[in-house]
């Protein structure tokens, strides 16, 4: 199975764009990575998830450079409430997450 | 929709107790997840069901610990006797044809 490595902590500043890398040198060819972040005390949620190409919806961005051997999450406009930990993870041919320790991203004023 | 639906939202009880999570999927999702949470541990994949059938329990800790989907809208798992260390939030997800998960808000135990 394909194993992620993220930064423990990172610091972004309110208003700027926060730049999440993850490290997935292992990814199979047929693996999706997906990105959930977890505000404190609730269930993780879907951010976004791609294969190869870019993708963007209305939470955030996903760069995946074409050895696909890492992506990076961007949040364009970080608020206060993007405080939270991050996950980058690979889903495997069972279709199961595999879960590591995140980036703990804190927005500050 | 409503999302994936855990009750309770918080549970407190003495050691020995039985405890009894629930989960309601989000309709039309085939695969349920159980999870459970602690610091010290992160989050552990206990057991998923695909089409209501148990596929991967090798998480599921001992014996003490059991789940059931007997439908597509209702999970449970349960802790019989719990023991303090079982004390963590215990979430449940669903996901649609290998999709991304939803998970639910989650319930946390504690065993005193």
């Known amino acids: 199975d394909a194993k992620t490595t993220q930064p423990p902590s990172m610091d972004c500043a309110e208003g700027r764009a926060a730049n999440l890398p993850c490290n997935h040198s292992t990814i199979s060819g047929n693996e999706y990575v997906y990105w959930y972040r977890q505000i404190h005390s609730q269930g993780p949620q879907y951010i976004i998830h791609g294969l190869k190409n870019n993708e963007t919806n209305e939470m955030a961005s996903l760069i995946i450079t074409e050895d696909r051997k890492s992506s990076t999450l961007i949040l364009p406009h970080a608020t206060l409430r993007d405080t939270a930990v991050y996950y980058c993870?690979?889903?495997?041919?069972?279709?199961?997450?595999?879960w590591g320790a995140g980036t703990k991203l804190i927005i500050k004023p | 929709d409503a999302g994936v639906i855990q009750s309770p939202r918080h549970e407190v009880t003495e050691m020995g107790q039985e405890v009894t999570l629930r989960c309601k999927p989000i309709?039309?999702?085939?695969?349920l997840f159980w999870y459970r949470q602690t610091m010290m541990r992160g989050l552990e994949l206990l057991i998923y069901?695909?089409?209501?059938?148990?596929?991967?329990d090798s998480g599921m800790p001992e014996d003490r610990f059991s789940a059931k989907m007997p439908n597509a809208s209702f999970s449970t798992l349960k802790i019989q006797p719990s023991e303090p260390r079982d004390s963590a939030v215990y979430f449940c997800?669903?996901?649609?044809?290998?999709?991304?998960?939803?998970f639910g808000s989650g319930t946390r135990l504690t065993v005193v």
């Open positions: 069901f695909n089409n209501n059938v148990p596929i991967d």
């Open positions: 309709s039309g999702h085939n695969s």
């Open positions: 997800a669903s996901s649609s044809h290998g999709g991304g998960y939803t």
């Open positions: 993870l690979p889903m495997d041919s069972n279709y199961q997450l595999i």
